[in-house]
């Protein structure tokens, strides 16, 4: 059984950095397309940032340049760095994995993320 575990997450202030972790256990990490999205309330969850499992990487344009996600496989972990916050980061950003060989995606539990001052 596939399961993610985010963590990281917390309260900073505007222009401050954070870094997510999720660890995937119960399958093969190398073989998953990882991605962030983020929920604030009232709103849609949305992409944030998503790398592949040959590491191509994209972005939200409203984190290109601030965050940066990277993955390590050794570790079954896929990060999430995030500088420069700004108060409209602040959401619930989740952990999600995919693979072609699976009909179903996964996902973490959730950490919150809260930017203010």
């Known amino acids: 059984q596939v399961q993610l575990v985010e963590s990281g997450g917390g309260l900073v202030q505007p222009g401050e950095s954070l870094r997510l972790s999720c660890v995937l256990s119960?399958?093969?990490?190398?073989?998953?397309?990882m991605k962030w999205y983020r929920q604030a309330p009232w709103n849609q969850r949305r992409t944030v940032a998503a790398i592949t499992s040959g590491g191509t990487t994209n972005y939200a344009d409203s984190v290109k340049g601030r965050f940066t996600i990277s993955r390590d496989n050794a570790k079954n972990t896929v990060y999430l760095q995030m500088n420069s916050l700004k108060p409209e980061d602040t959401s619930v950003y989740y952990c999600?994995?995919?693979?072609?060989?699976?009909?179903?995606?996964?996902w973490g539990q959730g950490t919150q993320v809260t930017v203010s001052s």
């Open positions: 999600n994995a995919e693979s072609p060989y699976e009909t179903l995606d996964h």
């Open positions: 119960g399958s093969i990490f190398s073989m998953y397309n």
